[in-house]
């Protein structure tokens, strides 16, 4: 059975750092494309970034570019997500979803039960 | 970026009615890549129908999306109890991927 659980998150100030994880089961992580999404407090889905099964493809939402970096370790099934630079407004559950086509592109097949990102002062 | 709109905000409706969801998109959605997403309070989305009308494993036959382009649907032929729920579009054809802002399905 697929899993996915994100860890990492928390109340952080303004211009710090936070590094979030996810752990994944069930499948073999190595063959599958995986993506970031938050959900700002009672608001919409926002896709965040996405990293190829390979790592060597990443891409970002204009949102977050330059502040956050995707990472992947094949060897541990761990997917990462290191932001740099927080601001209010990335005040989110950030959830790690896979890819149902394996590649970048496809829509969000399993996902995992998020994890509280709060940036405040 | 393509802008997708859902419509209506909220849908009232009661158990055992039709509920018809609709998601336009600004532009043409390449190869109908068109999912969409059941989300609980406190819940993870939980995917239905990929690809605008093969529903995803283990969903009932009630849920049914279909449309092409820039127009798409989303159907549940008979409402149960555990539909009432916000839903999501989603296009994967372009990136960056976006999400519709949702659906409210609540019971009336």
């Known amino acids: 059975q697929v899993h996915l659980v994100e860890s990492g998150g928390g109340v952080v100030q303004p211009g710090r750092s936070l590094r979030l994880s996810c752990a994944a089961s069930?499948?073999?992580?190595?063959?599958?494309?995986v993506h970031w999404v938050r959900q700002a407090p009672g608001k919409g889905l926002e896709w965040v970034a996405v990293?190829?099964?390979?790592?060597?493809?990443?891409y970002y939402a204009d949102s977050v570019r330059g502040r956050i970096t995707i990472s992947r370790d094949n060897s541990k099934n761990t997917l990462e997500l290191q932001m740099n630079s927080l601001r209010p407004e990335d005040t989110a559950v950030y959830y790690c979803a896979r890819s149902g086509t394996g590649n970048y592109q496809g829509w969000f097949d399993y996902w995992g039960r998020g994890t509280l990102v709060t940036v405040s002062s | 970026e393509i802008v997708l709109t859902q419509s209506p905000g909220t849908l009232s409706l009661s158990p055992g009615e039709r509920a018809t969801l609709s998601c336009r998109a600004s532009q043409s959605v390449s190869n109908n890549y068109l999912a969409w997403y059941q989300q609980k309070p406190g819940q993870a989305p939980r995917l239905l129908i990929y690809?605008?009308?093969s529903r995803a494993t283990a969903i009932p036959d009630r849920f049914s999306g279909s449309g092409s382009g820039t127009d798409f649907t989303l159907t549940i032929s008979r409402l149960e109890p555990e539909d009432f729920a916000v839903y999501y579009c989603?296009?994967?054809?372009?990136?960056?991927?976006?999400f519709g802002q949702g659906t409210k399905v609540e019971i009336k």
């Open positions: 069930g499948f073999i992580f190595s063959s599958y494309a």
């Open positions: 990293i190829s099964y390979d790592g060597n493809n990443k």
């Open positions: 989603q296009q994967y054809g372009r990136s960056p991927q976006t």
């Open positions: 690809g605008a009308s």
